[in-house]
Structures are given as structure tokens and as C-alpha cells.
């Protein structure tokens, strides 16, 4: 037996067929491919490069937007950076929320308003009896010019420990709001409205607070007519 015969005439039948060919183009691709996973494999430099451009344009820097210059600022600046970037519903539900949100704002609210629907938020009113009335709080001080504000639902609350607690100008401007709540045993505090907190959710006095706060609107300070006693309304 004549092994090194064999071995020529294999290699000269596989060489005429075409087979040699064949295996050094299959391991000559398996070669390459694993050259381009390294290069450009998840975990690759080139990969994480190309990952941190892509975040880079695609990020939008909420902090500087200003809620005060809404129509222009949010809504131009949702369109130019989300519409054609990031298409999905939920852009959809904050550009609609925010627009539905500021749709109906007026240039001047009064504190007696805000306190009416204060009242919304007290949920006991029909256990009250026929001569029986609750009281809300109402902190109102003006030490140095500016007006500080603490509003809440329940009775004799401390200023600084009101559910709302507002910073409002001399002239009316809305400056700050901070809003503090039990939820499940957790505090939630939404200090100077950002988007955030608008995505989450407004409704009732936090929702009018919001309009206030982003279209700047003149808030009027009419003490005198805030009602806070809340009575049952099967008898009125």
C-alpha cells in the first residue's frame, strides 16, 4: 500500500472537482465573518461608538426647556427632535397632553378659584351633617413684597405642611409651585413644574396651577373671597 500515492490522487481528484476550492472559500468566510463581528460586534469600540452618536442625537435636554415660552419652545422643539427620531405614542400622548393642557388658558386667575376646586379634593362632604361644615386651610403672607401661599383640602394644616405651597410675585407672577402628597405610605413633591411631572398626569387645582404657572398668567390675590367652609350639598 502505497499511502502517499493515495493521498496525491485524493488531493488531485478534490483539486479537479473543485473541492479544495470549496473549503478554502468557506473557512476564508468564516475567517472574515469573525473579523467583522469583532469589529463590528455589540461590544465592539466601533459599536459603542456608533451607539453613543446615536444617543447623542437622539437626546433632548428637558431642563432647558422653559415651560414659560410653551408655544414655542416645547411644541417646536418636541417636533423637530421626536417627530422624525423617536415615532412612537407616547410622543404622541405628551405632545397631545400638553397641547389639550394649555388649549384653554385665561390671562388672569383669582386664589378664591383655586380654592374652589380645593374643595374638589375633599371627599367627605356627604358625611357631614345638616349644620355641620369642614374647613380648609389657607395660609396667605406677604413678608417681603412676594406672596407665599399654602393651600390644603384638610383642617388646620401648618404652612409648610399643605399639600400646595406657592411663591407668587407682587405683581401676580406665578413663580414656583411645590406639591406634597401621601400616596401609599410615599411622598410625592412637583416642584417648579417640569415635564416630568406634566407626563404624569395634572388634573383638577394641580392641572389650573400648571396653566398658570406655564402660560404665565396673572394670579389675583383676593383673600377676602375665599371661601374655605365646605358643607354638605344635599342642604344647600
Keep these: 500500500m502505497d499511502l502517499n500515492k493515495m493521498v496525491v490522487e485524493s488531493l488531485e481528484k478534490m483539486e479537479a472537482e473543485g473541492k479544495v476550492q470549496e473549503i478554502v472559500d468557506k473557512h476564508i468566510q468564516s475567517t472574515v465573518n469573525d473579523v467583522i463581528k469583532d469589529l463590528f460586534g455589540d461590544w465592539s469600540d466601533f459599536s459603542k461608538a456608533l451607539k453613543n452618536k446615536a444617543k447623542e442625537a437622539l ?5 432647558d426647556l422653559n415651560l414659560r415660552t410653551y408655544n414655542h419652545l416645547i411644541l417646536q422643539s418636541i417636533k423637530d427632535k421626536l417627530d422624525d427620531e423617536i415615532t412612537n405614542q407616547g410622543v404622541a400622548q405628551i405632545k397631545g397632553q400638553i397641547e389639550g393642557i394649555l388649549s384653554d388658558t385665561k390671562r388672569e386667575y383669582k386664589l378664591s378659584e383655586l380654592v374652589k376646586e380645593l374643595a374638589d379634593e375633599y371627599d367627605d362632604a356627604g358625611e357631614l351633617g345638616y349644620e355641620e361644615y369642614h374647613e380648609m386651610t389657607l395660609h396667605v403672607d406677604q413678608p417681603y413684597g412676594s406672596w407665599w401661599i399654602g393651600l390644603d383640602s384638610r383642617n388646620d394644616i401648618s404652612e409648610y405642611n399643605c399639600k400646595y405651597r406657592l411663591h ?17 405610605g410615599k411622598k410625592r413633591s412637583i416642584e417648579n413644574f417640569d415635564l416630568e411631572a406634566v407626563t404624569k398626569g395634572l388634573h383638577g387645582l394641580e392641572e389650573t ?14 383673600e377676602e373671597k375665599c371661601e374655605l367652609e365646605i358643607t354638605n350639598p344635599e342642604y344647600e
Excluded: C, M, P
Excluded at 437626546?59 to 431642563?63: E, I, K, L, S, T
Excluded at 396651577?209 to 383676593?222: E, N, P, R, W
Design 209 to 222: 396651577l400648571f396653566k398658570i404657572y406655564a402660560s404665565g398668567a396673572t394670579l389675583i390675590i383676593d
Design 59 to 63: 437626546q433632548v435636554n428637558f431642563d
Design 168 to 184: 407668587v410675585s407682587e405683581a401676580g407672577r406665578l413663580h414656583s409651585v411645590e406639591i406634597q402628597e401621601d400616596r401609599y
